[in-house]
C-alpha cells in the first residue's frame, strides 16, 4: 500500500475520541485486504486484527487513532481544515496534533510487511487500533468490551509514539516512562448578581483566581526535589458578561506522577487547597468534581525494554537508539498489557526534522522553535517517520515470534 498516501489521507481526515468512523473503515478495510480476522466497534469504535501464522506466541501491536481539537497551521497540502461538533455540543476544529496518523500508518505498514513474510516467522500478530487514547480512557474500554474474548491474549504489548526528537531515531526508557495523569473539572459555586454591586455576591472568579495561584505552590512547596509531579489549569470558564457576576466558575486541572505516593500526596493537596479557597470565599455550596481520564504510571517492563533497544540497535545502528528519558506525557497504553498480565515495551519514534532540531538544541531554542505534540504546527516528517516506525514495530514484533529455519 502507497503509506504516505494513506498517512496524508488520514492527516486531513481527523476525528475526535470515540468518533473515529471514518478512519476505523479505513484500518478495517486495509486489514481485510491483508487477510487478517477483522474485529470492528470494540469498544465502540476500536478495530482489532489478527494474523494467525502457526503455534508460538502472540504479539499485540497498538496504534491510537483519535484526533485533538486543535485548529492546525503547519501549513501543509494536506494540512485539515476539519470542523465538527464535539461531545458538549460545540463546534471545534481538528487536527491530528499528536501523531497519530503516524501511528496508524506504521501499524498498517507492519501488518503489511509480517503478513507478506509469513514464512520467516511463526506465532500470531494482534494489531490494536484505540479509539480515545486523549479522551476516555479508549484502552480500558476496549478491554472492558471484550477485546481479549475476542482476539488471542498476547504474551507482550508492544507500540510506539512519535515526538519532535529527530527522524530516524528510535527507543524506549526502561522503567517508569511516562507519567500518569488524573484530569477532572472543577465548578465553583458562588453567587451571582451585578457587578456594580459586587458586595451583595459571592464572586466565583475571585474564587477561581485564588485558586488557580494557590494550586501553583502544590509542586514548588509540598512535593520533594527529587520527586517529579506536574499541576495544570488548562481551562477556567466564567460569567457571560463584564458587568455581570456569575454564579459560577469552572476550572479544568490535569495532575502528572511518576509514583503512587506522589500521586496521592499531589491530589490530597489539590483538592484540599480547592476546598479551603471555597471556604475562604463564603461559598454556600461544596466545590464538585467530575472525573476526566484516569491513567496509570506507563511502565516499560526493564527485560522487555532491554530487549527491544538492542534489535533496535541492531537495525538502525546504536547512533539511531535513543534515551529519552521519563516524559512527563501520558498514555494509556499499559491497559492493555495490565489486563493481560504481560510486559508493555513502548517507545519513542523521532519524527523531527534532524537538521532543525539539532541546530535548535545547540543554540538552546527548542521550545520555541521545534512544535512539540498537540501544539497547531507540530507536523512530523513523513520520510524517514513513516519508515523507521514499519520497522521498528516489525522488529520488535520479530523478538517474540518463533523464527523459521
Known amino acids: 500500500m502507497d503509506l504516505e498516501a494513506l498517512y496524508r489521507d488520514l492527516h486531513a481526515h481527523p476525528e475526535l475520541s470515540f468518533a473515529e468512523h471514518r478512519t476505523a473503515g479505513v484500518v478495517a478495510g486495509h486489514l481485510t485486504e491483508l487477510g487478517l480476522e477483522v474485529h ?68 498498517l505498514g507492519a501488518v503489511e510487511r509480517l503478513a507478506a513474510t509469513r514464512d520467516d516467522w511463526s506465532g500470531t500478530v494482534v494489531a490494536v487500533f484505540q479509539p480515545a487514547e486523549e479522551h476516555g480512557g479508549g484502552a480500558q474500554v476496549m478491554v472492558e468490551d471484550g477485546l481479549y474474548s475476542r482476539v488471542p491474549v498476547p504474551d507482550v504489548v508492544l507500540g510506539q509514539h512519535v515526538t519532535p526528537f529527530p527522524a530516524g531515531m528510535v527507543g ?146 546504536e547512533q539511531a537508539v535513543l534515551e529519552p528519558g521519563a516524559l512527563s506525557g501520558s498514555e494509556d497504553v499499559g491497559n492493555l498489557a495490565t489486563a493481560a498480565g504481560v510486559p508493555l515495551v513502548y517507545w519513542m519514534l523521532g519524527g523531527g526534522d534532524p537538521e532543525k532540531v539539532l541546530a535548535a538544541m545547540a543554540a538552546g531554542t527548542v521550545e520555541s522553535d521545534i512544535p512539540s505534540n498537540h501544539s497547531p504546527h507540530f507536523a512530523p516528517l513523513a520520510q524517514p517517520t513513516i519508515g523507521i516506525g514499519v520497522r521498528a514495530l516489525v522488529v520488535a514484533a520479530r523478538e517474540w515470534l518463533r523464527p523459521v529455519s
Open 40 to 107: 470492528t466497534g470494540v469498544g465502540r469504535t476500536g478495530v482489532a486484527g489478527v494474523l494467525r501464522n502457526g503455534d508460538g506466541p502472540t504479539v499485540l501491536l497498538r496504534a491510537d487513532m483519535d484526533g485533538l481539537p486543535v485548529r492546525e497551521d503547519t501549513g501543509l497540502e494536506w494540512a485539515s481544515t476539519q470542523t465538527v461538533e464535539d461531545e458538549h455540543g460545540n463546534s471545534v476544529p481538528v487536527m491530528h496534533a499528536c501523531g497519530h496518523d503516524i501511528h496508524i500508518t506504521c501499524l
Open 172 to 317: 524506549a526508557h526502561s522503567g517508569p516512562a511516562m507519567a500518569a495523569v488524573d484530569a477532572f473539572e472543577v465548578t465553583l459555586h458562588g453567587r451571582g448578581g451585578h457587578g456594580s454591586r459586587p458586595e451583595t455576591t459571592i464572586d466565583p472568579v475571585v474564587m477561581a483566581a485564588a485558586t488557580v495561584m494557590r494550586l501553583q505552590t502544590v509542586v514548588s512547596r509540598e512535593i520533594a526535589a527529587q520527586e517529579t509531579a506536574v499541576v495544570t489549569v488548562g481551562t477556567l470558564h466564567a460569567g457571560t458578561k463584564n458587568n455581570i457576576i456569575a454564579a459560577d466558575a469552572t476550572l479544568g486541572i490535569s495532575v502528572r506522577s511518576f509514583s503512587e505516593e506522589v500521586r496521592a500526596k499531589t491530589l490530597g493537596a489539590v483538592d484540599r487547597i480547592i476546598r479551603a479557597e471555597a471556604q475562604a470565599s463564603g461559598a454556600v455550596q461544596e466545590p464538585e468534581v467530575s472525573w476526566g481520564e484516569r491513567y496509570p504510571v506507563t511502565v516499560n517492563d526493564p527485560d522487555a525494554t532491554a530487549r527491544v533497544n538492542a534489535a533496535f540497535a541492531a537495525e538502525f545502528g
